[in-house]
């Protein structure tokens, strides 16, 4: 018994609480704690309860230092915490690779628009006359793809503008 209270005074200073401030955050009474402290007295499951609620501690855990779980149970209980852990953080894992995956196709597609937006400047490059620009697709104004008719009215403007120069 004496092992527990050790352990139960070690984790009470390791949380800060004095045994006073757990017995009014647990609603197990100073002379109880100084008890089970002491090794006078053991707790109950019930009594184990509060006090993991108040030190922030695993209940288990301490129905195990308490002696109320055999060993081998605590070994499996052990690996059972393990292998809540390593889910965990495969959940995590998966996530961020989920997440990885979505930036991965974000970019594949920024990429494929960048190499169509190089493709069309690459073939403007090349073309000198103003018609022969206006022939091509995907021409805009502010953000807006210029129609055939747009096309054709912008072409009767540079006519008309241009027009002592073809006479």
């Not at 090794?39 to 288990?60: C, M, V």
């Not at 809540?84 to 594949?108: F, I, N, P």
């Not at 990429?111 to 073309?127: F, I």
């Amino acid at each position: 018994m004496n092992n527990f209270g050790e352990y139960l005074r070690a984790i009470r200073k390791a949380s800060g609480l004095s045994m006073a401030v757990l017995a009014e955050q647990s609603g197990v009474s100073q002379p109880y704690i100084s008890q089970i402290e002491r090794g006078e007295r053991g707790p109950s499951p019930e009594i184990l309860k509060k006090l993991a609620s108040a030190l922030g501690t695993n209940y288990s855990e301490l129905m195990l230092k308490a002696g109320y779980v055999p060993e081998e149970l605590a070994q499996k209980i052990d690996q059972l915490t393990l292998l809540k852990g390593l889910h965990s953080e495969y959940q995590q894992a998966t996530k961020r690779v989920e997440q990885a995956d979505k930036e991965l196709e974000a970019a594949r597609a920024e990429r494929k628009a960048a190499e169509h937006d190089l493709s069309w400047l690459e073939e403007m490059g090349r073309v000198t006359e103003l018609m022969e620009f206006l022939s091509k697709s995907d021409i805009t104004y502010k953000g807006k793809v210029l129609s055939d008719h747009d096309k054709q009215r912008i072409a009767g403007v540079v006519e008309f503008l241009f027009a002592e120069r073809e006479g």
